[in-house]
Structure formats: structure tokens, C-alpha cells
């Protein structure tokens, strides 16, 4: 978990300067495609410094999801962040037994790239 947080809050600096001059959601786009490949990218590794490596297009998701929460909610921004802030928890929750699912059944490199499809935002936008 140590990898998630520090690779979705470090970069978050330049998370918002991408946000401030392309807008929200196509940050979110590339994010969301980065960290898919990320995943995928994972199964291929050798050591954990490159684990932390794969996870650097969390940030562009993650933050630019937070700061588009400003610009939508002005009354209710405290209670959008923290619904907002609550959905990752949740989300991981239930993420944590399905790894365990995948790692039983595939191995760790096999589960990486079966989650990898899963989050993959292709479609969604």
C-alpha cells in the first residue's frame, strides 16, 4: 500500500499544472490509461523499485479527480471530498480479496495483468 500512496500524492504538483492547462478529464484519461499500462507493466518486473515505477499514472488520476471536484461543487464541496476521498477505501476493500483470488489461482504476474485490463478506462469516457 506504501507503493500506491507515495506514487498517487508525489507527483501531484505536476498533476495540477496538467489539469490547469488541459482540463480534467483528458488528465484523467491518460491517468487512467497509464496506470492500466502500469498494471500490465507490473507483471513484467524484476525488482520492487520498478513496482513503484509502474505506479506513476495514479497521480495523474487520483489528483485530477480531486481537483475537479472544485469546480462542480462550491456548497457541498466537504461533503463531495469526502465521498470522493471514501470511494478509494472502499474500492480497495474489495480489490484486496480479489487479488488474493487472482494471486491463488494465476500468480502475481498473471493477476497484474488481468487487473490491468480491468482498470483500463478504454470505453468509459
Known amino acids: 500500500m506504501a507503493c500506491l500512496s507515495v506514487n498517487s500524492f508525489c507527483p501531484g504538483p505536476v ?3 496538467m489539469v490547469n492547462r488541459f ?10 490509461l497509464l496506470a492500466s499500462a502500469g498494471t500490465v ?3 513484467f518486473t524484476t525488482a520492487i523499485i ?4 509502474t505506479g506513476l499514472g495514479l497521480a495523474l488520476y487520483f489528483q485530477s479527480s480531486l481537483i475537479m471536484l472544485v469546480s462542480y461543487f462550491d456548497k457541498l464541496r466537504p461533503l463531495a471530498n469526502g465521498l470522493a476521498a471514501a470511494g478509494s477505501p472502499v474500492f480497495l476493500s474489495v480489490l484486496s480479496p480479489l487479488g488474493q483470488v487472482l494471486l491463488d ?3 502475481w504476474r498473471e493477476g497484474f495483468l488481468i487487473m490491468g485490463g480491468c482498470c483500463s478506462p478504454v470505453g468509459l469516457s
Open 41 to 43: 507493466g507490473a507483471s
Open 50 to 53: 520498478q513496482l513503484y515505477l
Open 105 to 107: 489461482h494465476y500468480g
Open 23 to 32: 482540463g480534467s478529464k483528458p488528465v484523467m484519461l491518460v491517468g487512467g
Open 15 to 17: 498533476s495540477s499544472i
